[in-house]
Nanobody, 123 residues
């Protein structure tokens, strides 16, 4: 079992930056790929970024490439999402996800999910 807790959301002006964190606990975290998804009001949950256990493999949605960076610190059981050049369309609840394979995370089939953190970007 893996428990995920997101933090770092908030209100920021367009062009600004935020860094989200996802703290994981539970013995099953070891070896897990991690990812971020987001869901805007009235829309489906969309993939944002994912990272393998080693950190060598990453995936990004086209809409965030060049602006967002996913990273992890396995010693702290934490994955991060650095978000730069934020746009109003980035406004959403951001969710952390975890599973053994990065492809499983990217496909939104991950077994473990956090409760989400709100990101609001004002124009």
């Amino acid at each position: 079992q893996v428990q995920l807790v997101e933090s770092g959301g908030g209100l920021v002006q367009a062009g600004g930056s935020l860094r989200l964190s996802c703290a994981a606990s539970g013995r099953s975290f070891s070896g897990s790929a991690m990812g971020w998804f987001r869901q805007a009001p009235g829309k489906e949950r969309d993939f944002v970024a994912a990272i393998s256990w080693s950190g060598y493999s990453t995936r990004y949605a086209d809409s965030v490439k060049g602006r967002f960076t996913i990273s992890r610190d396995n010693a702290k059981n934490t994955v991060y999402l650095q978000m730069n050049s934020l746009k109003p369309e980035d406004t959403a609840v951001y969710y952390c996800a975890a599973d053994f394979r990065i492809e499983t995370v990217v496909s939104a089939a991950a077994r473990y999910w956090g409760q989400g953190t709100q990101v609001t970007v004002s124009s």
